[in-house]
C-alpha cells in the first residue's frame, strides 16, 4: 500500500470519483479509505470523554464499549451482517469476483437509511448507572435524578431538560438505561 498523502492527494483532487471502480487502484484506495475511516470511527466511539486514572476498568464496561462499537451504522451494514453470516457475500464475491459492488451498496444503504446513533458511556457514568440500579432504588433524589438525565442525554443524542418533576418521565429515563445496559452488555 502507497503511503497516506499519496490516497489523500488524489482524493481531493477527485481522482477516485473518475477511474473504474474495479481497477487495482481503486481497490487500494478503498481498503485505505476503509482503515482510515475505522480508525476515526474508533477514536471518536470507543475512547470515553472522561476518565478517572485511579478506576478500574470492569469487564462489563469493555463489553459494553465492544458491543457499542460494533452497532450498525444503517441498513447496509446490518444486510452485509446477515449475508456474512448465511455465507452469501463468500458465493457472490465467487461468482461475481472480489469487487462485486457490495461494500458501494452497503454505503448507500447507510447513507439512505441510517439508525439514530447511540453513544457509549463513559466508564465513570458506567460505574454510577451500575451502583444506581444494582441498588433497586424506590426514589430518586434531585441530584441523582439530574446525573440519570445527563447520562441518558449524552448516551441517546437528547437534549431532556433536568428540571423535570414527573416521576413517569423519570422511570422511563431508568427504563431506558437498563435496556441501553442490558442490550449492550
Given at each position: 500500500m502507497k503511503r497516506d498523502n499519496y490516497y489523500q492527494e488524489l482524493e481531493d483532487k477527485g481522482y477516485y470519483k473518475t477511474i473504474d471502480k474495479r481497477s487495482k487502484d481503486y481497490r487500494e484506495y478503498k481498503k485505505w479509505n476503509k482503515t482510515k475511516s475505522t480508525l476515526i470511527l474508533t477514536e471518536r466511539i470507543i475512547k470515553p470523554k472522561t476518565l478517572q486514572v485511579n478506576l478500574k476498568v470492569s469487564k462489563g464496561y469493555e463489553s459494553l464499549k465492544d458491543n457499542v462499537a460494533k452497532q450498525s451504522e444503517g441498513v447496509?451494514?446490518?444486510?452485509?451482517?446477515?449475508?456474512?453470516?448465511?455465507?452469501?457475500?463468500?458465493?457472490?464475491?465467487?461468482?461475481?469476483?472480489?469487487?462485486?459492488?457490495?461494500?458501494?451498496?452497503?454505503?448507500?444503504?447507510?447513507?439512505?437509511?441510517?439508525?439514530?446513533?447511540?453513544?457509549?458511556?463513559?466508564?465513570?457514568?458506567?460505574?454510577?448507572?451500575?451502583?444506581?440500579?444494582?441498588?433497586?432504588?424506590?426514589?430518586?433524589?434531585?441530584?441523582?435524578?439530574?446525573?440519570?438525565?445527563?447520562?441518558?442525554?449524552?448516551?441517546?443524542?437528547?437534549?431532556?431538560?433536568?428540571?423535570?418533576?414527573?416521576?413517569?418521565?423519570?422511570?422511563?429515563?431508568?427504563?431506558?438505561?437498563?435496556?441501553?445496559?442490558?442490550v449492550y452488555k
Open positions: 447496509g451494514d446490518t444486510v452485509a451482517k446477515i449475508t456474512k453470516a448465511t455465507g452469501v457475500d463468500k458465493l457472490v464475491k465467487f461468482i461475481a469476483g472480489e469487487d462485486c459492488g457490495c461494500d458501494e451498496r452497503q454505503e448507500t444503504l447507510n447513507k439512505m437509511f441510517k439508525y439514530k446513533k447511540i453513544n457509549c458511556i463513559s466508564e465513570e457514568d458506567y460505574i454510577y448507572l451500575s451502583d444506581f440500579l444494582g441498588s433497586n432504588p424506590t426514589k430518586v433524589n434531585h441530584s441523582q435524578k439530574v446525573r440519570l438525565i445527563t447520562i441518558s442525554n449524552s448516551i441517546f443524542n437528547q437534549n431532556e431538560s433536568t428540571d423535570i418533576n414527573c416521576s413517569t418521565c423519570i422511570v422511563g429515563i431508568i427504563n431506558k438505561l437498563k435496556k441501553y445496559l442490558q
